[in-house]
């Protein structure tokens, strides 16, 4: 499996201008989620998703902020307008959720420059 | 308020010795804790982990410890090799596999 897939690698953005991240997460994988990382903050949850539903999104910043996955294998995290405070790592992960705990498979991350 | 934290932003150790990393939580339903390693322009990646019903879990050169009384974890390396060079991040869930809530990360420096 080539693992969790984020396009793009990097973008660099106008402060106000709308910005698209996309993450293909692996197959068979039932659970997305979307992390920022920060200097300040870390590596902070934005939102989750269980079976392609939105389970706990408390963790968006704002209503700039929306996330969508249309089906099993694709996610999009969107800021509009976009502000320069939104500069960040931006990872997507998946994992496959039974019962038992398990590790999230991290893809490489979108780096967001907002000018 | 951080529920996973990690108090050193940075860490150096000469290669051959123990590399020592530690991790505090302060959410008592955190069940099942992890370490991440990240490398720069890439995404963290599992490394170990350990489930609140054990104290100890090995693989190869990692070792993680979890004291629940004291709402700790560590991760000891040895020996270091430079190829550990890397940002450390301490992880932890709950039950019901809910998400990973990670602390701010550690960076180790390993010098040969």
């Known amino acids: 499996d080539a693992g969790v897939i984020q396009s793009p690698r990097h973008e660099v953005t106008e402060m106000g201008q709308e910005v698209t991240l996309r993450c293909k997460p692996i197959s068979g994988h039932n659970s997305l989620f979307w992390y920022r990382q920060t200097m300040m903050r870390g590596l902070e949850l934005l939102i989750y998703?269980?079976?392609?539903?939105?389970?706990?999104d408390s963790g968006m910043p704002e209503d700039r902020f929306s996330a969508k996955m249309p089906n099993a294998s694709f996610s999009t995290l969107k800021i509009q307008p976009s502000e320069p405070r939104d500069s960040a790592v931006y990872f997507c992960?998946?994992?496959?959720?039974?019962?038992?705990?398990?590790?999230?498979?991290f893809g490489q991350g979108t780096r967001l420059t907002v000018v | 308020d951080q529920q996973v934290k990690q108090n050193s932003p940075s860490l150096s150790v000469q290669e051959g010795r123990i590399s020592i990393l530690n991790c505090d939580y302060t959410n008592s339903m955190f069940d099942y804790f992890l370490w991440y390693k990240k490398y720069p322009a890439e995404g963290p990646t599992f490394l170990i982990s350990?489930?609140?019903?054990?104290d100890k879990n090995e693989d190869g050169r990692f070792t993680v410890f979890l004291n629940k009384s004291a709402k700790h974890l560590s991760l000891h390396i040895v020996p270091s090799q430079p190829g550990d060079s890397a940002v450390y991040f301490c992880?932890?869930?709950?039950?019901?596999?809910?998400?990973?809530?990670f602390g701010k990360g550690t960076r180790l420096s390993v010098i040969a």
């Open positions: 998703f269980n079976n392609n539903v939105p389970i706990d």
């Open positions: 992960a998946s994992s496959f959720r039974t019962g038992r705990n398990t590790e999230a498979f």
């Open positions: 350990i489930s609140s019903i054990k």
């Open positions: 992880a932890a869930s709950g039950p019901g596999n809910t998400p990973l809530v």
